[in-house]
């Protein structure tokens, strides 16, 4: 089956900075890569989220791009907030509602 | 407001106390799906169901049982828990592919 693998597990930055954060997955077959953001005591909530037709895809100061070939995906945030602060989940669908997820990333912005 | 519930929110119960965590959405979705959240493990799919009185099996069911009468609430059962059932629970629903609203969380003590 599918497997996602995230990294890092825990990125600090400095407010203002870019964060960048890494996700692999095993099977080809998965063609839909959402991300989510968990605050504490929060459920999950996309962020943004990309197809396997697209390479890239941006929403204000977050993207996503996207390698088929290399099967990675990734998450960049611009000019990070300190409300950025949260654990990030990437995930991949290896098809019609059968979500794998990555094991997160803790990001930590300092004023 | 569109939402999903899940009640309760915590629940600390014994070894072998049969045991109802429900959920509800009110935006019409015809799927759902249930996950655990354990550390270092990320969201894990314990079943998922695709309309009413169809539902399937996600990663890790053993232990889980689920129903789909309605096509609003989506109940997780747990027959006999256990300690190794002790987690974070999430419940969700969405309209497409992988675009899924996640509820506030459960979180269950199995002493």
């Known amino acids: 089956g599918e497997n996602v693998e995230q990294h890092p597990s825990t990125l600090s930055v400095q407010e203002g900075d870019s964060a960048v954060i890494k996700c692999t997955y095993s099977?080809?077959?998965?063609?839909?890569f959402p991300w989510y953001k968990q605050e504490l005591g929060k459920g999950p909530q996309l962020i943004i989220d990309i197809r396997s037709n697209v390479g890239e895809k941006k929403d204000q100061r977050i993207a996503v791009t996207l390698n088929k070939t290399a099967k990675h995906f990734s998450l960049h945030i611009t000019e990070t907030q300190p409300e950025d602060s949260a654990v990030y989940f990437c995930?991949?669908?290896?098809?019609?509602?059968?979500?794998?997820f990555g094991t997160g990333t803790r990001l930590l912005v300092s004023p | 407001e569109a939402q999903v519930t899940q009640n309760p929110r915590y629940l600390i119960t014994v070894t072998g106390k049969k045991l109802t965590v429900t959920c509800s959405q009110n935006m019409n979705h015809e799927y759902m799906s249930w996950y655990r959240q354990d550390p270092g493990l990320g969201l894990r799919q314990i079943y998922y169901?695709?309309?009413?009185?169809?539902?399937d099996k996600g990663d890790v069911p053993e232990g889980y049982k689920v129903s789909r009468k309605e096509k609003r609430n989506f109940p997780l059962i747990l027959e006999s828990p256990s300690p190794n059932q002790t987690s974070l629970y999430f419940c969700?629903?969405?309209?497409?592919?992988?675009?899924?609203?996640f509820g506030p969380g459960t979180r269950l003590t199995v002493t």
């Open positions: 169901s695709m309309n009413v009185e169809v539902t």
């Open positions: 995930a991949a669908d290896t098809g019609f509602q059968k979500l794998v």
């Open positions: 969700a629903s969405s309209f497409e592919r992988g675009l899924q609203y």
């Open positions: 099977d080809s077959a998965s063609n839909y």
